[in-house]
Every structure is written in C-alpha cells, then in structure tokens.
C-alpha cells in the first residue's frame, strides 16, 4: 500500500461525505468566516480563482444534451430579458421613489443590472437540480451585462457611477472562455462514465469551494456587525427582501417551465454577480455599498437550506416521471 493511499482514500470519503451534506455545510461557511476574521482575511485572496474554479466544475458536470430544445432556447432567452431588463429597470424605477441616489440606492441599482451569480450552476448541483438551464441563462446574462449594466447603472444612478462597455465584455469573454475550455476539456479526459462515478465526490468539491468562497466575502463583516450592529441586520433584512423579491417574482413568470427549471430561474433572478459590475467601476464605491455586498451574501448561502426540501421533492418527481 503507498504512503499516500490512505490520506487519498479519506480525502475521497470527506468528499462525498460533504456532498450529502451539501446545503448545510455550505451555508456553515458563513458562520465560519464571521466567527474567525483572520480565516476571512486569508481566504480573501482566494475569492476570484474560487468561483473560477466553481465555473470549471460546472463544466465538467454539465451534460449539455438536450440544453438547446426550441423550447429550451425560447425559455433561456425570456429568461435573460427578464432576468437582465425587465428586473433592473423595475428595481431603478422603485429606488426613484428613495429620491436622490445615495451608497444603498448605488448598491440596489449595481445588484439589479448584475448577471447571475457565476455559482448558480454549482447551487443547482447542491440542490440536486438540472444545472442546464441555469447555466445557459447564466452565461446568456453574462453575454448581455455589457450591452444593458453600464446604461442602466448609469441612468438610475443619476450619473455617479459609469461602466466602460468595452473592459466589462472582455473581462467576461475571458472568463467564460477560459473556464469553459478547461472544463469540457476536464470532461473530456474524464468521460462521461468516469465524471457519473464520481459525482458524489464533485458534490464534496463543489461544496468546499462555496464554503471557500463564503468565508472569503466575510472578510471585515464582523468587525462592521461588531461596530454598526443596528445597520448591518438593516442590511441583511434588506438583502433578503430584495432577494425573496427577485426570486419570488421570476418563479412566478416561469412557473408554467418544469419546477426545477423554475426554481432555479428564481435563483438566478434573485442572486445576482454584484462583483462583475464593481469591477466595472473600478472599485471606487461608498463604504455602505461595499457593506450591502457583504450583507447580500446571506441570502445566497442560507436559502438553498430552506429550497433543499422542496427541491429534493421536485427532484424525486421528475424521477419518477421519467
């Protein structure tokens, strides 16, 4: 037996271990960064490789057969204008009642002319759900955020924060192309009997770099709960109205679509890649904007516990269906 066999093999059993435990284990994670600051301080660097890595994985996960019905093209598309235009321009409309923008009006409008979180797929492996459609609508709002953010932010804002259109495409042409490359290619190497095998254990990894992930955004949370307790659970509230709000009502539009399917479409709706637009702007934002960012990280990560029964059941539906 060699040297390594034994760490592997139990590395191999912690992986599928957290796999089966994917949503509670995920959203622990949070807790974790707050409860230890200085692990939040070292994993923040890891943040950007972290959700690249997450896109790669849903790659390789992804089946893509049967993506691009008709009828699956037709409901991606209406998804991206919903999700990418008709949101953001309901959100800027009610931030107009709030008057003049101020750091959390910028924050609302940014988090509304987002694409979907680049994890969405990854949270619908979690959940047990088709990551198919999520994935399409993901990258179809990432394909469309250069063309609809930078006018949408641009107005509602009142002019305060401008999106250069050009840097924004080409940042996410990278990022989409070259995660999608190694991951079909990952895939390839792998075969699809091989990537099957071991879905228990990509469930693990996926689960270790949201945690990841999480731990990283909570970098300097608790030191503002610890300073500003009364205007960080403000925020936290906000975030998980606004994100109900978005999840709510795109659920609802698709709710003639397969329960999974829409569900997921909720998520997408709902959570959104506030990072994409922020590095946009150059990263020159009010101090309460940076704070809302970290606040709508709570949502993204304690939700999918509350979904995990009700996916589990439309899961087993759609089994027994087939």
Same mark, same amino acid.
């Given at each position: ?119 969405? +797929?990854? $949270?619908? *492996?979690? #959940?047990?759900?088709? =990551?198919?459609? /999520?994935?399409?609508?993901?990258? @179809?709002?990432? %394909? &469309? ?83 500003? +307790?009364? $205007?960080? *659970?403000? #925020?936290?509230?906000? =975030?998980?109205? /606004?994100?109900?709000?978005?999840? @709510?009502?795109? %659920? &609802? ?70």
């Amino acid at each position: 037996m060699s040297p390594g066999f034994l760490p592997a093999l139990a590395l191999t059993r912690l992986l599928a271990w957290l796999g089966r435990r994917s949503a509670p284990a995920v959203a622990a994670s949070v807790f974790i960064g707050l409860a230890l600051p200085p692990f939040a301080a070292l994993a923040k660097p890891l943040v950007v490789p972290t959700i690249l890595a997450l896109l790669v994985l849903a790659f390789v996960r992804t089946s893509m057969a049967g993506a691009f019905t008709v009828r699956r093209a037709g409901i991606a598309v209406l998804a991206c204008a919903w999700v990418m235009l008709v949101l953001p321009l309901a959100m800027g409309l009610i931030t107009r009642l709030f008057g003049e923008p101020n750091a959390i009006v910028l924050a609302l409008i940014m988090q509304a002319s987002a694409p979907p979180i680049m994890s969405a +797929p990854a $949270f619908a *492996a979690l #959940l047990g759900l088709d =990551a198919r459609l /999520v994935l399409v609508t993901m990258l @179809g709002g990432m %394909a &469309l955020t250069p063309l609809t953010a930078p006018g949408l932010v641009f107005h509602f804002s009142g002019g305060a924060l401008a999106l250069d259109p050009l840097a924004l495409a080409l940042r996410l042409a990278a990022v989409v192309g070259g995660t999608m490359g190694a991951g079909l290619l990952i895939r390839r190497l792998l075969g699809l009997k091989r990537v099957e095998a071991i879905s228990a254990h990509l469930d693990g990894l996926n689960v270790v770099l949201l945690g990841l992930l999480a731990v990283g955004l909570m970098d300097g949370v608790t030191y503002a709960f610890l300073d500003q +307790p009364g $205007f960080m *659970a403000g #925020l936290v509230a906000l =975030a998980f109205f /606004v994100s109900l709000l978005g999840f @709510g009502a795109t %659920a &609802l539009v698709f709710r003639a679509v397969d329960p999974g399917d829409a569900m997921m479409l909720g998520f997408c709706g709902g959570h959104r890649n506030m990072a994409v637009v922020i590095a946009a702007t150059g990263a020159v934002l009010p101090h309460e904007t940076w704070l809302y960012v970290a606040a709508a990280q709570f949502p993204i990560y304690l939700l999918p516990v509350v979904m995990l029964p009700l996916a589990r059941r439309v899961s087993a539906a759609g089994r027994r269906k087939a």
